[in-house]
């Protein structure tokens, strides 16, 4: 199984098939509006101008599982990304990443890379998941990650 067999709703209600990504470098990550993590739309949305000619896709997916910290409706999250951290890669409506309820998607990427102490669960927002150009898990990143600290794997899926 790779990513490409998921589909999701973006942010304006519309479905997407995740295999128009086929042979992208991706990186996929549960964002939150009001979490102490939420500024790293700033380094996502720097890694997506810097590598997007190159075959790197961000896509975002809010999550309102954590502390309640994205309440709002899927216009307000887009609004607020776009102007207060001028994010112009794909985001998706708000899934839940955990449990019985958790996005399919959510559920394949956290049992094919696990996390902290080899839990499967997704532990908070900003959680990073990077996708080979085959639609194949290459890491998982804590929320604590800085997206740009991951650059150099980003580099090295692009230039496979």
């Excluded at 890669?89 to 956290?110: C, I, R, T, W, Y």
Aim: glycine share 8%; proline share 4%.
């Amino acid at each position: 199984m790779s990513v490409y067999q998921f589909s999701a709703m973006n942010i304006k209600g519309e479905e997407v098939s995740l295999s128009q990504y086929e042979g992208n470098v991706l990186l996929i990550v549960n964002t939150a509006s009001n979490c102490g993590f939420t500024p790293q739309f700033n380094e996502l949305q720097q890694l997506f101008d810097l590598y997007k000619d190159q075959g790197l896709t961000i896509l975002g997916f809010p999550c309102n599982q954590f502390m309640n910290q994205d309440p709002g409706t899927n216009q307000d999250i887009q609004e607020f990304c776009q102007l207060n951290y001028g994010v112009t890669f794909p985001m998706f409506e708000k899934v839940d990443v955990n449990g019985e309820s958790a996005h399919p998607l959510f559920q394949f990427l956290s049992a094919q890379e696990k996390g902290f102490l080899g839990l499967k669960s997704i532990k908070w927002n900003f959680t990073k998941f990077l996708i080979n150009k085959k639609g194949k898990v290459e890491g998982r990143f804590a929320p604590a990650t800085s997206p740009l600290s991951i650059k150099k794997q980003i580099e090295n899926l692009l230039h496979q």
